[in-house]
C-alpha cells in the first residue's frame, strides 16, 4: 500500500511536469519575444554537429522541457534559462508555485519512505520474535516453518478494516454507534425472510436483537468452527470464501467432501432454532466477514416479546421437526451445517 502511494505521488509529479514543460515550450516556440530571443533560439550539438534546438529530434525537444519543468518544480537548475519578459515571468510564477507545493510534495515523499522503514523494522522485530519464540518451546522444524510462512503471509496481506482499528468511531456517541451497526449488520439479517417477518411484526425487537450481532473478521486458514463439537451460535457470511469440508469422522459421508462457500450465506443456521452439533469443518479461505449471532442471546432476545416468541417457537418446532425427518431414505442426505432438506423458510412455514 505504502508503495502503491510512492508510485501515485510521483506519477503526479511527473503529469505536473508534462503540463508545465509543454507551457514552456510553447512559450519558447510560439508566443512574441520583447527581446528578439527566446530560449528555443539556443543552438545544440546533435551527433557532432551543431544545429538549432527546433530542428533537434522531438525526443530531445521533449525531454529537455521536462528537465526543466522538474527543475523548476524542486527548485533545481539547468543550463536552460528565460531569454524574454514572457518566459522570465513564468519562471517566476513556476519559482513561486515550487515553493509552496515542492516541499508539500518532498515532505510527503519523506514521510512514505519513512513509514515503509518502520513498517519493515516492525515485520521484520515480530518475525524475529517468533523465531525467539519457536526456538524457545523447541518446536519442530515442519510446524516452525509453517508457522512462519503463515505469519509472513498475513504481515503483507491486505486485510478488512475492523470497528476497533477505527479509533475515531470511539467518539461517537452511543446512539450512532447503534445506528452504524444497524447500517451495517441489518441488510445482511433480513435476507433470511423468518428474521425479516419478526422484524416488519416488532422492530423493537429486531434492534433488541442487532445489539448481540457481532461483527467478527476471519484471515486466510482461520478456523471458523469444527465438527464435532456443540454450536454456540449461526453466522452469515457477509464477505470472502470459506472452505466447508466433512469428514466421515464426523459426517454420515462415506468419502471426505469439500464446498467453497461464497457470500452472502448462512452458516450452522440450524444453531439458532435447535441444538445442534456442527457435522463438517469451516475455515476461511480469504478475508471474511461474518455477522455471528450467539444461539443463547437469540433466545433471550425473546424475553417480554411474546407476540414474536411465539411466532419463534413454532417455526423453531416447525424446523426441528423437518431437520429430524431429513434422512437420506426420504430427502436424499443428511442435514449439513450449510443446508437441511426440507428446511427452507418457506417449506417451513407453509
Known amino acids: 500500500r505504502i508503495l502503491l502511494q510512492l508510485f501515485a505521488v ?21 508566443l512574441s519575444s520583447d527581446t528578439g530571443d527566446r530560449w528555443t533560439s539556443r543552438r ?101 516453518r509453517l508457522v512462519q510462512k503463515q505469519a509472513k503471509t498475513r504481515f503483507g496481506a491486505q486485510e478488512r478494516i475492523a470497528k476497533h482499528d477505527v479509533g475515531a468511531l470511539q467518539l461517537l456517541s452511543q446512539s450512532s454507534k447503534k445506528l452504524l451497526h444497524k447500517e451495517v449488520c441489518e441488510p445482511d439479517l433480513i435476507r433470511h425472510p423468518f428474521l425479516h417477518l419478526l422484524r416488519n411484526a416488532d422492530g423493537c425487537w429486531f434492534d433488541d436483537l442487532l445489539e448481540t450481532v457481532e461483527v467478527v473478521l476471519m484471515r486466510p486458514d482461520d478456523d471458523i468452527f469444527f465438527g464435532g463439537r456443540r454450536a454456540t451460535g449461526a453466522h452469515f457470511l457477509s464477505h470472502g470464501e ?73 417455526y423453531a418446532s416447525c424446523f426441528r421437526h423437518r431437520v429430524q425427518e431429513a434422512v437420506p431414505s426420504i430427502a436424499g442426505s443428511w442435514a449439513t451445517d450449510l443446508w437441511a432438506p426440507f428446511a427452507d423458510c418457506a417449506d417451513v412455514v407453509c
Not at 513556476?94 to 519493515?120: E, F, K, N, P, T
Not at 450465506?265 to 471474511?288: D, F, K
Open 10 to 30: 510521483m506519477c503526479w509529479i511527473m503529469w505536473l511536469g508534462h503540463i508545465l514543460a509543454c507551457c514552456w515550450f510553447a512559450l519558447g516556440s510560439q
Open 242 to 314: 470459506v472452505l466447508y469440508t466433512q469428514e466421515p469422522e464426523h459426517s454420515p459421508v462415506p468419502e471426505l467432501c469439500k464446498v467453497t462457500v461464497e457470500g452472502k450465506a448462512w452458516l450452522s443456521e440450524c444453531a439458532l432454532w435447535m441444538q445442534w452439533y456442527h457435522v463438517g469443518n469451516a475455515r476461511a479461505i480469504s478475508t471474511c466477514e461474518l455477522l455471528s449471532i450467539n444461539a443463547k442471546s437469540f433466545v433471550l432476545s425473546f424475553a417480554d416479546r411474546h407476540f414474536v416468541e411465539n411466532i419463534a417457537s413454532e
Open 44 to 144: 545544440v550539438e546533435i551527433l557532432g554537429s551543431e544545429v538549432a534546438f527546433l530542428d533537434a529530434p522531438a525526443t530531445y525537444q521533449y525531454a529537455t522541457a521536462l528537465h526543466w519543468a522538474i527543475a523548476q518544480s524542486t527548485l533545481g537548475s539547468m543550463d536552460v534559462s528565460a531569454s524574454n519578459s514572457g518566459e522570465r515571468a513564468f519562471s517566476i510564477g513556476c519559482l513561486l508555485v515550487a515553493l509552496l507545493c515542492g516541499s508539500s510534495l518532498i515532505s510527503a515523499l519523506s514521510a512514505l519512505m519513512v513509514d515503509v522503514q518502520l513498517s519493515h523494522q516492525e515485520r521484520n522485530r515480530q518475525l524475529r520474535l517468533l523465531r525467539r519464540f519457536l526456538r524457545e518451546h523447541g518446536i519442530s522444524s515442519n510446524l516452525a
